[in-house]
């Protein structure tokens, strides 16, 4: 059984930090390429990065490019989403991603507020 629990997220000020983690199980996820996308209040989910087995290709959003790093554990079967100099308009609920044999698996989400 396909699972993906993000965890990491929280309140934090403009400017701010956070890293979300995804861990992954029920798939062999050294092989497959994981992503993150997000969802603003009233906006549709929109692809903030992703990363390809061996993380050596790790292309993400134009909004997130220099402020966000996406990495991965294939050890612990984990993604992260390192968030740096965040902003108000980061503010949304963010999820893990993987496409196993045309399937696409999502999380349930961690909500990331930017506010001060």
């Known amino acids: 059984q396909v699972q993906l629990v993000e965890s990491g997220g929280g309140l934090v000020q403009p400017g701010g930090s956070l890293t979300l983690s995804c861990a992954a199980s029920g798939f062999a996820f050294r092989t497959f390429f994981m992503s993150w996308y997000r969802q603003a209040p009233e906006k549709e989910r929109e692809f903030v990065a992703s990363i390809d087995p061996t993380g050596s290709r790790t292309p993400y959003a134009n909004a997130v490019k220099g402020r966000f790093t996406i990495s991965r554990d294939n050890v612990k079967n984990t993604v992260y989403l390192q968030m740096n100099n965040l902003a108000p308009e980061d503010t949304a609920i963010y999820y893990c991603?993987?496409?196993?044999?045309?399937?696409?698996?999502w999380g349930k989400g961690t909500l990331v507020t930017v506010s001060s």
């Open positions: 991603k993987a496409i196993l044999g045309g399937v696409m698996y």
